[in-house]
């Protein structure tokens, strides 16, 4: 899978990049279909945030964190983008599921 990773107001590091990988490895074992996902990280006063986009079966995931620290920020949108990723597999799953019209 692909990490596209970008910063705004932040140099992004090796510790950084590598961070990034290892929280996403888990949701690459979870869904092997996605192919790229987009990282943003920026830095403005007092809080920084990392933004995660990427698409799965045919629409736009995008999730977003905000921490007092890069590092937490990451975790945290890694954990809600995971969390969306089984929503929209859900609901997909739902709608294959449904009773025909009686």
């Known amino acids: 899978m692909q990490i596209e990773l970008s910063g705004h107001h932040i140099e992004v590091t090796d510790a950084m990049r590598n961070q990034v990988e290892e929280k996403l490895s888990r949701i690459t074992k ?55 990723l089984q929503h929209r597999k859900g609901a997909l799953n739902a709608n294959e599921k449904q009773k025909p019209a009686a």
Do not use: C, W
Request: glycine residues 2%; charged residues 25%; hydrophobic residues 45%.
């Open 30 to 84: 979870h869904f092997p279909s996605l192919t790229k996902i987009s990282v943003f990280l920026t830095v403005e006063r007092k809080e920084q945030s990392a933004e995660l986009i990427t698409q799965y079966m045919g629409a736009q995931v995008a999730v977003n964190a905000k921490e007092l620290d890069m590092y937490a920020a990451v975790k945290s949108a890694a954990k809600k983008l995971e969390a969306a």
